[in-house]
């Protein structure tokens, strides 16, 4: 099949399978006597393992770790195991911040009422605050939070 094929069955935009291709998270395609890519299935099942990976968040370095072992089977799988643990830790710090991100949002959201000028808008000056350097209540306890953190 060619790249617009593999695309449509994919349904991964035909960019993409190029710089997967050109990352080496896909083999190389056999070229046609005028040099179109040929695909078969297994290009497919490879780029559905990328895309899989990828909607997993792991990165295109991991992917391609991954890839590797695909390869190599008889490789000792510690190691997998290993990305897969970093992943978790990442996907856990990612938690940690959106949750305090959130708590941020909340924080300030409080500062303002319904119906009122903008001028008067706690949100607003809240904002307008910390773009001057000042301290603001989204912050406010971020700050206590990260030292009780680091110690």
Same mark, same amino acid.
């Given at each position: 099949?060619?790249?617009?094929?593999?695309?449509?069955?994919?349904?991964?935009?035909?960019?993409?399978?190029?710089?997967?291709?050109?990352?080496?998270?896909?083999?190389?395609?056999?070229?046609?006597?005028?040099?179109?890519?040929?695909?078969?299935?297994?290009?497919?099942?490879?780029?559905?393992?990328?895309?899989?990976?990828?909607?997993?968040?792991?990165?295109?370095?991991?992917?391609?770790?991954?890839?590797?072992?695909?390869?190599?089977?008889?490789?000792?799988?510690?190691?997998?195991?290993?990305?897969?643990?970093?992943?978790?830790?990442?996907?856990?710090?990612?938690?940690?911040?959106?949750?305090?991100?959130?708590? =941020?949002?909340? @924080?300030?959201?409080?500062? %303002?009422?319904? +119906?009122?000028? $903008?001028? #008067?808008? !706690?949100?607003?000056? /809240?904002? =307008?605050?910390? @773009?001057?350097?000042?301290? %603001?209540?989204? +912050?406010?306890? $971020?700050? #206590?939070? !990260?030292?009780?953190? /680091?110690?």
């Amino acid at each position: 099949m060619r790249i617009g094929e593999l695309s449509r069955t994919s349904g991964c935009d035909v960019e993409t399978i190029r710089y997967y291709e050109r990352e080496g998270l896909l083999d190389a395609p056999r070229r046609e006597a005028n040099g179109y890519r040929r695909y078969d299935d297994g290009h497919l099942v490879q780029l559905n393992f990328v895309r899989h990976c990828r909607s997993l968040g792991m990165g295109l370095s991991d992917v391609r770790r991954l890839r590797e072992f695909e390869r190599n089977p008889s490789q000792d799988c510690d190691d997998i195991n290993t990305l897969l643990d970093r992943q978790i830790a990442q996907i856990h710090a990612q938690r940690v911040a959106l949750e305090a991100l959130e708590g =941020q949002l909340r @924080a300030l959201r409080e500062t %303002c009422h319904h +119906h009122q000028p $903008a001028s #008067e808008c !706690g949100i607003l000056q /809240n904002l =307008q605050q910390a @773009a001057a350097g000042a301290a %603001c209540e989204c +912050h406010a306890g $971020a700050h #206590e939070a !990260g030292h009780a953190a /680091n110690g």
